[in-house]
Protein backbone atom coordinates (compact mmCIF):
# COMPACT_ATOMS: atom_id res chain seq x y z
CA UNK A 1 0.00 0.00 0.00
CA UNK A 2 0.91 3.34 -1.09
CA UNK A 3 2.41 5.70 1.87
CA UNK A 4 0.56 9.38 1.76
CA UNK A 5 4.39 10.37 3.61
CA UNK A 6 6.34 12.81 1.63
CA UNK A 7 9.70 10.82 1.07
CA UNK A 8 12.90 12.51 0.62
CA UNK A 9 12.74 15.16 -2.34
CA UNK A 10 14.99 14.49 -5.51
CA UNK A 11 16.02 17.50 -7.25
CA UNK A 12 14.19 19.90 -8.99
CA UNK A 13 14.23 19.77 -12.58
CA UNK A 14 15.14 23.39 -12.87
CA UNK A 15 18.39 22.72 -10.00
CA UNK A 16 19.19 19.82 -12.53
CA UNK A 17 19.10 22.35 -15.60
CA UNK A 18 20.90 25.12 -13.60
CA UNK A 19 23.53 22.58 -12.86
CA UNK A 20 24.13 20.94 -16.50
CA UNK A 21 24.19 24.85 -17.38
CA UNK A 22 26.67 25.67 -15.34
CA UNK A 23 28.79 22.33 -16.10
CA UNK A 24 28.53 23.30 -19.90
CA UNK A 25 29.58 27.39 -19.31
CA UNK A 26 32.54 26.11 -16.82
CA UNK A 27 34.05 23.73 -19.34
CA UNK A 28 33.61 26.26 -21.97
CA UNK A 29 35.58 28.54 -19.72
CA UNK A 30 38.09 26.11 -18.69
CA UNK A 31 39.04 25.44 -22.15
CA UNK A 32 39.50 29.31 -23.00
CA UNK A 33 41.44 29.86 -19.80
CA UNK A 34 43.61 26.84 -20.96
CA UNK A 35 44.33 28.24 -24.61
CA UNK A 36 47.32 29.94 -24.61
CA UNK A 37 45.89 32.87 -26.68
CA UNK A 38 43.55 33.58 -23.91
CA UNK A 39 44.84 33.12 -20.90
CA UNK A 40 46.60 35.01 -18.42
CA UNK A 41 50.03 35.33 -18.42
CA UNK A 42 51.09 33.28 -15.28
CA UNK A 43 47.98 31.45 -14.59
CA UNK A 44 47.28 27.85 -15.08
CA UNK A 45 43.74 26.22 -14.39
CA UNK A 46 43.19 22.57 -14.52
CA UNK A 47 39.96 20.48 -12.48
CA UNK A 48 40.46 18.57 -9.15
CA UNK A 49 39.79 15.29 -9.91
CA UNK A 50 37.83 15.86 -13.29
CA UNK A 51 34.95 18.08 -11.52
CA UNK A 52 34.38 20.81 -13.83
CA UNK A 53 33.26 22.55 -10.85
CA UNK A 54 36.42 22.32 -8.76
CA UNK A 55 39.67 24.02 -10.80
CA UNK A 56 43.11 24.04 -9.52
CA UNK A 57 44.78 27.49 -10.34
CA UNK A 58 48.88 28.37 -10.22
CA UNK A 59 49.45 31.67 -9.68
CA UNK A 60 53.00 32.87 -11.09
CA UNK A 61 53.69 36.00 -9.77
CA UNK A 62 55.72 38.40 -12.11
CA UNK A 63 58.32 40.28 -10.58
CA UNK A 64 56.71 43.27 -11.44
CA UNK A 65 54.46 42.60 -8.46
CA UNK A 66 56.44 44.65 -5.26
CA UNK A 67 55.83 42.00 -2.31
CA UNK A 68 54.45 39.10 -4.02
CA UNK A 69 56.34 38.85 -7.44
CA UNK A 70 57.97 35.59 -7.53
CA UNK A 71 55.49 33.63 -5.90
CA UNK A 72 54.09 30.33 -7.10
CA UNK A 73 50.83 29.97 -4.92
CA UNK A 74 48.49 26.94 -5.45
CA UNK A 75 44.60 27.86 -4.96
CA UNK A 76 41.28 26.51 -5.14
CA UNK A 77 38.70 28.00 -7.18
CA UNK A 78 35.18 26.37 -6.59
CA UNK A 79 31.64 27.05 -8.57
CA UNK A 80 28.22 26.41 -7.22
CA UNK A 81 25.66 24.42 -9.02
CA UNK A 82 23.82 27.75 -9.99
CA UNK A 83 26.99 29.60 -11.27
CA UNK A 84 26.98 31.96 -12.47
CA UNK A 85 24.24 33.21 -10.39
CA UNK A 86 26.18 32.92 -7.49
CA UNK A 87 29.97 33.45 -6.78
CA UNK A 88 32.35 30.86 -6.90
CA UNK A 89 34.98 30.96 -3.69
CA UNK A 90 38.64 31.42 -4.37
CA UNK A 91 41.44 29.38 -1.35
CA UNK A 92 44.76 29.84 -1.66
CA UNK A 93 46.16 26.39 -0.48
CA UNK A 94 49.55 27.83 -0.37
CA UNK A 95 49.92 29.84 2.59
CA UNK A 96 49.75 33.75 2.00
CA UNK A 97 50.08 36.84 4.16
CA UNK A 98 47.44 39.64 2.56
CA UNK A 99 45.38 41.96 4.40
CA UNK A 100 41.94 40.47 2.03
CA UNK A 101 43.30 36.48 2.75
CA UNK A 102 41.56 34.76 5.56
CA UNK A 103 44.18 33.03 7.83
CA UNK A 104 42.39 29.98 6.19
CA UNK A 105 43.66 30.74 2.58
CA UNK A 106 40.12 32.18 1.72
CA UNK A 107 39.99 35.03 -0.80
CA UNK A 108 37.96 38.00 0.59
CA UNK A 109 37.16 40.46 -2.37
CA UNK A 110 34.52 42.13 -3.35
CA UNK A 111 33.19 40.29 -6.47
CA UNK A 112 33.07 37.12 -4.80
CA UNK A 113 30.59 38.49 -2.49
CA UNK A 114 26.90 37.27 -3.48
CA UNK A 115 25.44 40.20 -5.62
CA UNK A 116 22.42 42.11 -3.31
CA UNK A 117 23.39 45.19 -0.78
CA UNK A 118 26.16 44.87 1.46
CA UNK A 119 24.71 44.66 5.15
CA UNK A 120 27.76 46.62 6.58
CA UNK A 121 27.56 49.12 3.78
CA UNK A 122 30.59 48.75 2.42
CA UNK A 123 30.76 47.85 -0.87
CA UNK A 124 27.60 48.74 -3.56
CA UNK A 125 26.09 46.24 -5.29
CA UNK A 126 27.52 47.16 -8.37
CA UNK A 127 31.12 46.14 -6.79
CA UNK A 128 29.86 42.45 -5.73
CA UNK A 129 28.90 39.68 -8.13
CA UNK A 130 27.60 39.56 -11.22
CA UNK A 131 27.10 36.97 -14.04
CA UNK A 132 28.91 38.44 -16.25
CA UNK A 133 32.29 37.52 -14.11
CA UNK A 134 34.53 34.41 -15.31
CA UNK A 135 36.71 33.02 -13.74
CA UNK A 136 39.45 34.94 -16.15
CA UNK A 137 37.62 38.59 -14.30
CA UNK A 138 38.26 36.49 -10.96
CA UNK A 139 41.84 35.81 -11.11
CA UNK A 140 42.48 39.07 -12.39
CA UNK A 141 40.99 40.80 -9.80
CA UNK A 142 43.04 38.71 -6.96
CA UNK A 143 46.21 39.58 -8.76
CA UNK A 144 45.55 42.89 -8.57
CA UNK A 145 44.91 42.70 -5.13
CA UNK A 146 48.51 41.12 -4.59
CA UNK A 147 49.40 44.40 -5.93
CA UNK A 148 47.20 46.91 -4.21
CA UNK A 149 45.67 45.34 -1.03
CA UNK A 150 42.37 47.18 0.63
CA UNK A 151 43.54 47.36 4.43
CA UNK A 152 39.75 49.57 4.71
CA UNK A 153 37.68 46.29 5.58
CA UNK A 154 40.72 43.05 6.08
CA UNK A 155 40.02 39.39 6.24
CA UNK A 156 43.33 39.28 7.68
CA UNK A 157 43.42 42.28 10.42
CA UNK A 158 47.23 41.27 11.42
CA UNK A 159 48.09 41.84 7.84
CA UNK A 160 46.16 44.76 7.50
CA UNK A 161 47.74 46.67 10.04
CA UNK A 162 51.20 45.54 9.27
CA UNK A 163 50.41 47.26 5.48
CA UNK A 164 49.08 50.55 7.18
CA UNK A 165 52.34 50.98 10.14
CA UNK A 166 55.14 48.90 8.95
CA UNK A 167 55.77 48.10 5.44
CA UNK A 168 59.14 46.56 6.17
CA UNK A 169 57.99 44.00 8.28
CA UNK A 170 55.01 43.34 6.12
CA UNK A 171 57.83 42.96 3.30
CA UNK A 172 59.56 40.10 5.03
CA UNK A 173 56.63 38.35 6.16
CA UNK A 174 55.70 38.16 2.53
CA UNK A 175 58.86 37.33 1.57
CA UNK A 176 59.02 34.50 3.56
CA UNK A 177 55.74 33.55 1.74
CA UNK A 178 57.25 33.85 -1.65
CA UNK A 179 60.22 31.52 -0.48
CA UNK A 180 57.78 28.79 0.68
CA UNK A 181 55.69 28.86 -2.43
CA UNK A 182 58.88 28.47 -3.89
CA UNK A 183 59.89 25.41 -2.17
CA UNK A 184 56.96 23.96 -2.80
Given at each position: MASNTPGPSAPSSSSSSSAAAAAVRLSRELRTMQ???????????????????????????????EFYGGGF???????????????????????????????????????LHPARDDPHGYESASERWNPVQTPWSILLSVISMLNDPNDESPANVEAAKMWREDRKEFGRRVRRCVRDSQEG
Open positions: SSNDGIEGVSVGLVDDDVFKWEVMLMINDDCFRARLVFPPDYPSSPPSLTFMTPVFHPNIYPNGEVCISI
